[in-house]
């Protein structure tokens, strides 16, 4: 009973939203196009998450830059970490554009995009100085400017660091500021189930309920895959750290936090025992030390193949070319950005439907679509996410101590 109470506090906010969206969804089916009425509430909530949504990225990117002097000395250890955070998340990013090109997603389902909501810049070249820059500090403050915020963000951090005690007070601003915008989000998403659901019940009652074999599909496609990641590219990841009989040892090990993880819905309450887990796989304690917390909040595999299933799905929904090696490369930068950015923000999930709605010109209907898909993958990402951070440690150590660490930590435990 102790155990289901908890499995039920640790689920309580996917079943009390995917509660709201079931209501709102029978509510649509019931009255039809007559719910429309209900659609300012989802209007409402959208508009809070969006104004409310562009201060918190800057405080909590700025914070976690000007931050971290006190891992300086771990300079090859953050070297390799960085190198394996970005290998394996944009590898799993790619493989999933190539499984979503060979399974495209092209549902009966459409909705059609405002002509002044599709608009596009000439040119590769105009379009990337577009979404990574802006011309004015006053244009860094809007949703259209989101990726160009987090560069400013990451800037302002680093300035703030190298200030030293010259800006420890606009350090304390930084986390000050960070942590009032964290408990904001936290008060709004409160809503989500109510704003949500009124505007899911919208698009159900307008558009008909065809929006469920989208779902369907992607969904399938999501789950699918990241099973076959799981199994097998962890185990490569494996083998690339310490051989064949690394792989044994990995998966001996990863069964306690798989299953914290999938207990939990939370990399962060899977550290303790990834943390053990590592160590039983060899991984050295300064290592693990600093890879299983930074990795809970900036390793996310399962979050960039979302972020991918995501766009596949809303361009399917909107009619939206996949191709194009522009296209491609965005959605490699969202779903990089996404997993970076989702750790240290409350209800970071959604930090990366923001993305796809302002690097692809979407309306905001598009929003509401996508929350509710990152509610259905969110146990599955979190597999990944959490269960990633142990076998990357194992990479990190083959790459900061040589191919002989496994051997090395096993004589001294």
């Known amino acids: 009973m102790a155990q289901l109470k908890r499995l039920l506090d640790n689920y309580s906010n996917i079943i009390f939203l995917l509660g709201g969206i079931l209501l ?28 409310a949504i562009i201060p918190l990225i800057f405080f909590a990117i700025a914070t976690s830059v000007a931050n971290i002097e006190q891992m300086g000395s771990f300079g090859k250890v953050l070297r390799s970490m960085l190198l394996v955070f970005l290998f394996t998340t944009l590898l799993s990013a790619f ?11 092209d549902d009966q389902f459409k909705l059609s995009i405002p002509e002044n909501a599709n608009s596009k810049v000439s040119g590769f070249g105009e379009q990337i100085t577009t979404l990574l820059t802006t011309s004015d500090f006053s244009q860094l403050l809007t949703r259209q400017s989101m990726l160009a915020l987090i560069i400013f963000s990451i800037l302002v951090g680093t300035a703030t660091l190298q200030a030293g005690k010259s ?12 942590e009032v915008f964290k408990r904001l989000i936290s008060l709004i998403m409160k809503a989500a189930p109510l704003g949500l659901g009124a505007y899911f019940g919208y698009l159900i009652g307008v558009f008909g309920p065809e929006l469920f074999g989208s779902y369907a599909h992607s969904l399938g496609l999501y789950y699918g895959f990241c099973t076959v990641y799981f199994f097998v590219m962890f185990s490569v990841y494996a083998f690339m750290a310490g051989g064949i009989k690394a792989i044994p040892i990995y998966w001996k090990n990863n069964v306690v936090p798989s299953l914290t993880a ?20 060899g991984v050295s304690k300064p290592i693990s030390d600093i890879t299983i917390p930074l990795g809970a909040s900036l390793h996310k595999d399962g979050s960039s193949i979302g972020g991918v299933i995501k766009v596949a799905m809303v361009f399917a929904i909107f009619n939206k070319s996949w191709n194009g090696m522009d296209t491609m490369l965005i959605i490699l930068g969202i779903a990089l950005m996404t997993s970076i950015v ?25 929003l509401s679509v996508l929350m509710v898909i990152s509610t259905l993958i969110d146990p599955m990402a979190t ?10 440690a194992m990479m990190i150590s083959r790459l900061s101590e040589g191919k002989n660490w496994m051997s090395r930590q096993i004589q001294i435990n």
């Open 167 to 178: 800006g420890e007070a606009f350090k304390q601003f930084l986390n000050s500021g960070n």
């Open 262 to 281: 999938l207990g939990t819905c939370s990399s962060v309450a899977t550290i303790p025992v990834n943390m053990q887990a590592a160590e039983k796989m």
């Open 95 to 105: 493989l999933m554009i190539l499984v979503v090109g060979v399974f495209p997603i």
């Open 383 to 392: 597999l990944l996410n959490a269960t990633g951070d142990t076998v990357a």
């Open 24 to 51: 709102g969804s029978i509510a649509g089916l019931i009255f039809g196009k007559e719910i429309a009425v209900i659609k300012p509430i989802g209007d409402i909530f959208l508009n809070l998450l969006f104004t």
């Open 342 to 366: 989702e750790g240290g923000i409350p209800n970071g999930g959604y930090i990366g439907e923001l993305f796809i709605v302002t690097a692809f010109h979407l309306p905001i209907e598009a």
